[in-house]
Nanobody, 120 residues
Framework: QVQLVESGGGLVQAGGSLRLSCAAS????????MAWFRQAPGKEREFVAG????????YYTDSVKGRFTISRDNAKNTVYLEMNSLKPEDTAVYYC?????????????WGQGTQVTVSS
């Protein structure tokens, strides 16, 4: 079965950095467009960043542009989210997911999430 397993979350001070990883199994990873979403307490889950199957096209929500970088290693079946200059408002559970190429909407597979907490 398909599994997406996130890791790398934790507690960091504002201005710090974290690198999230999402290891995929049970699917032909290099055929899937992948994305990171996040959900803060009391808020809806939101799109953060996406990367198309070939890795040459990425997309970010405005609030993370210039601070976050999404990348993938198809040989390792892994997608990454490098997060720099973190702010308290980045605090959330971060999820990786498969998404549709054109809309960046979820296409069905989700990880279990990893908590990111940014202290002020």
């Amino acid at each position: 079965q398909v599994q997406l397993v996130e890791s790398g979350g934790g507690l960091v001070q504002a201005g710090g950095s974290l690198r999230l990883s999402c290891a995929a199994s049970g699917l032909t990873f290099d055929s899937y467009t992948m994305a990171w979403f996040r959900q803060a307490p009391g808020k809806e889950r939101e799109f953060v960043a996406g990367i198309r199957w070939g890795g040459g096209s990425t997309y970010y929500t405005d609030s993370v542009k210039g601070r976050f970088t999404i990348s993938r290693d198809n040989a390792k079946n892994t997608v990454y989210l490098e997060m720099n200059s973190l702010k308290p408002e980045d605090t959330a559970v971060y999820y990786c997911a498969t998404v549709y190429d054109t809309s960046w909407r979820p296409s069905g597979y989700w990880g279990q999430g990893t908590q990111v907490t940014v202290s002020s």
